[in-house]
Structures are given as structure tokens and as C-alpha cells.
């Protein structure tokens, strides 16, 4: 008796066709050749294979857009730029020179978003894992901390306490929005009490300044409504505190999580398709605030920490075909010198990937393999591509968001990222890794620099 097969899930695969040719429909793109009036071939020549190229015009044009649909809509709006998503130094002076202040996780991000002029005050500290020297550093600038759990809390009150300042708090709130799963192992919950539970020992310490309320209810949200919910929560909590206390909570911190364009794994529906828009979640937000029991004269600052949404299509990473083989199955694959140790996202996302040079309209279903080995190396499991010869080269769209923060020296050293500006000038804002970048961090112990074989 032959055993049993091992059970796989069906799936349902949306086919992007287009006009048919001589072999069947095609399901492929056209090929992108120059990226913002480069030649693909030209930048990989002058500066290698691969290499990450960010628009600096499309930043700026992403940022106006959300920016505008939020004005319009609500009197009082702050932007706060994520660098987790993205801190190289460049890329967030775009966003400091367009008005948004930093937004921050750590004390490695606070120091990186000080160096680069930002004002203490316009800067917002939040996470779970600050330091008591991360504190006393926001406290002296007058930034911005938002209290995570009890611990940060009673140590907050005793550097009030031994410092004479005053810190400018709010805490993190989780809540129920009916998105599962919920974020909760972050702030205080909302529906069980723990966040009035805070706000009730901050201001009967009397040591500190609330001043907001923040909430971050998750990543690529792909429900605006959420949002409409999360608001109208933290604008009853702020009432709540104005009721008891006659003390005006100044700023609600709605987070980020907006979605981008890219396509989640499993998804049947191409992001483009599914993703809200800006404006959608700028509705949400601004409607339900303004429909809670705020007065028209004295609104909050709405404070909005988008990342991915607002830079996820800005940037394209460039690379070449390794080779090609047959796998054992039969099926078709293809070895890119793209890994996922620089394409972290090829985790989450089926990411539009398209050859960079004219190709057959033949197409086959191919399987996209890194260059590392190790058998999780797989840019996109199963895509509809022409076939592509040892040299050629891709391009793989909306990398902008965390390819470039949670990046990995792994088997390869990571390459240069470029900047075309808005006049369409080519700039290196961060040099490829040599060897020299990981030996100088390196010390060999006396007995063990000379060796035999």
C-alpha cells in the first residue's frame, strides 16, 4: 500500500492578463529598463549588482499627498517620520525638510534623529526597551516619551523626582478594533481598564506632563474602519481625563500601519487593488474625532506616524541573473544574487518583480531563489516569467519600507543604496560593505593569530 500524500491547501491565483500572443495570454509585465530616467543596465555597471535606488521625488510627492489628505480634512495635523522604516540619514532629512518631525523606538534612532537636527521637542519616543539613560536623555530635551508598560512609568516618576524636570509624557494605548490578532503586548489596554489605571497614577504623581495618548493598532492595515474605531476610543479617554482631572489632553497619536500598494502572500487581489488609500484613512480618523465629544475650538493635534505607506513604491532594487536549473519536480528556477538577507520583505510580500531588458513572450512558472545557502532564500515561490539568461537583469518593485533597516549581513555584505533627486541627479547615500566593515569591528585573541595546516 503506497502512503499516504501529504495534504496541500489549494489556492486561488488571480491571472494579470493582458492582450494574448502567439503563445496564450500574457501574464507578465513590460520590461522596466530605466528607473527615473536611469538606464537599469548602467546603474548596475557603475555601481554593482545588486543595488537599492530610492526616489527622492516620489518621497516627497507620497508625503504631499498624505499630508494634504489629512489637512483638509482636520485643522490641526503633525507628521512624525518613522525610522524604523527607513533611517538612512538622507531618506529622512526628505521628511524633516517636508515639516515631519521623528518618530523613534530606540535609543540608537534618538541619537540618530538628534545628529541629524531635529529638536528634541519634535521628536517622539516610543517601544518598549528604553533605558534609564535613553529617559534622562528625552527628559533633558523636552521630547516627547510615550510610556509603554508600569516599569517605564514608576522609573519616569523617580527621574522626575531626582532631576526637577518635568517629562512630557503620553502612554500607549491597545484596543480592541475588531482587527485580529490585536496588538496588545504594547501600552495599556483600553477595554480591561490598565490605560485609565496609568493616566490615573500619572496625574496623581503630579511629577509628570500628560500631554497625549498614542496607539499604533497594527502593520498593513487593510481596514481603514479600524482606525475610525481606535480614534473614537482614545478621543472618549481623553474626555474621560478632561472630566475628572480638567486637564486637556493635547495630542491623539493615531500611529501608522497604513498599508501600502505591495501584495501580501496569499493575497487573491493584487494590493493595488485592495489597499485603502491615504484619503480612506484620513476619513476614518478625521471623522471619527471630530464626531466624539471634541468642541471645534479646542481640538487635539492629530499626529500621524506613517512609514510604509509613504515610501514602500519610492525605492527598487536592482540585481542579475546568477543562473538557471530544473528542479527535481520539473518546475522552472531562477538564481537571482537578490537575497532575503537584503530583500526582508520577500517574506510578506509577493513583490512585482520584472525583467529589465526586451524578452521572448514565451513565459514559464518559475521559482526566484537568493544566492544564499540556505533553503528560506526564496525571493517569490511561483511567478509568471519570461525566460531569463545568466546576466540579465530585474528589477523588484516597493522595497522602500524595512528592506533597508531590518537588512542583513548574511553570507553577503550589503550593497550601496542610491538617491536620484528631484532633477534627476544621482547621488550615493550609503556605500556598498567590504570586508573591512566586519573585520575592523573584530579582535583576534594573541594565541590564536598564527596557525598551521
Not at 504594547?186 to 496625574?203: P, R, S, V
Request: glycine share 6%; net charge neutral; proline share 4%.
Amino acid at each position: 500500500m503506497s502512503p499516504k500524500k501529504t495534504y496541500e491547501r489549494p489556492i486561488i491565483k488571480k491571472l494579470e492578463s493582458n492582450m494574448p500572443n502567439k503563445f496564450g495570454m500574457r501574464t507578465i509585465y513590460e520590461p522596466v529598463t530605466h528607473v527615473e530616467g536611469h538606464a537599469v543596465k548602467d546603474l548596475i555597471r557603475d555601481h554593482g549588482s545588486p543595488v537599492f535606488v530610492i526616489s527622492e521625488k516620489k518621497i516627497r510627492k507620497n508625503y504631499r499627498a498624505a499630508k494634504q489628505a489629512f489637512e483638509t480634512r482636520y485643522p490641526k495635523v503633525q507628521f512624525a517620520w518613522s525610522y524604523k522604516t527607513n533611517y538612512l540619514d538622507a531618506v529622512c532629512k526628505i521628511y524633516h525638510q517636508e515639516g515631519s518631525w521623528a518618530e523613534v523606538v530606540s535609543g540608537f534612532e534618538y541619537d540618530k534623529a538628534i545628529r541629524n537636527g531635529v529638536e528634541g521637542s519634535k521628536i517622539i519616543f516610543n517601544g518598549p526597551d528604553k533605558s534609564e539613560a535613553d529617559l534622562r536623555k528625552a527628559v533633558t530635551n523636552n521630547s516627547l516619551i510615550h510610556i509603554d508598560h508600569l516599569d517605564e512609568l514608576y522609573l519616569l516618576q523617580d527621574i522626575a523626582k531626582n532631576s526637577k524636570q518635568r517629562p512630557k509624557v503620553a502612554i500607549r494605548v491597545n484596543l480592541d478594533t475588531g482587527i485580529f490578532p490585536m496588538w496588545d503586548r504594547f501600552g495599556f489596554n483600553y477595554e480591561n481598564g490598565q490605560a485609565w489605571d496609568a493616566l490615573n497614577k500619572i496625574m496623581f504623581s503630579g511629577q509628570m506632563d500628560l500631554v497625549g495618548l498614542h496607539t499604533h493598532i497594527g502593520t498593513f492595515m487593510l481596514s481603514a474602519g479600524a482606525y475610525a474605531v481606535a480614534a473614537s476610543k482614545l478621543a472618549h479617554l481623553a474626555q474621560s481625563v478632561l472630566a475628572k482631572y480638567n486637564h486637556e489632553i493635547k495630542y491623539i497619536d493615531m500611529g501608522g500601519g497604513f498599508a501600502s500598494k505591495n501584495t501580501l502572500k496569499g493575497s487573491f487581489l493584487p494590493g493595488s487593488d485592495i489597499s485603502p488609500s491615504i484619503d480612506d484613512f484620513a476619513e476614518a480618523i478625521t471623522s471619527a474625532l471630530m464626531n466624539s465629544d471634541y468642541r471645534p475650538k479646542t481640538p487635539p493635534l492629530l499626529i500621524i506616524e506613517s512609514g510604509r505607506a509613504l515610501i514602500d513604491d519610492a525605492a527598487w532594487l536592482l540585481g542579475s541573473v546568477l543562473a538557471n536549473k530544473r528542479l527535481s519536480d520539473g518546475r522552472r528556477s531562477t538564481i537571482l544574487d537578490i537575497g532575503v538577507n537584503i530583500l526582508f520583505t520577500a517574506f510578506w510580500y509577493d513583490h512585482k518583480i520584472t525583467p529589465a531588458q526586451a524578452f521572448t513572450s514565451y513565459t514559464e512558472d518559475t521559482a526566484l531563489y537568493g544566492p544564499l545557502c540556505m533553503n528560506i532564500d526564496v525571493v517569490r515561490e511561483s511567478i509568471n516569467m519570461p525566460l531569463l539568461n545568466k546576466g540579465d537583469q530585474v528589477v523588484v518593485h516597493h522595497v522602500g519600507a524595512y528592506n533597508m533597516t531590518q537588512w542583513m549581513q548574511f553570507i553577503t555584505l550589503r550593497p550601496k543604496v542610491l538617491l536620484i533627486d528631484e532633477y534627476g541627479k544621482l547621488h550615493v547615500i550609503r556605500n556598498n560593505e567590504t570586508l573591512s566593515t566586519l573585520t575592523d569591528l573584530e579582535a583576534v585573541p594573541p594565541h590564536l593569530v598564527h596557525f598551521e595546516l
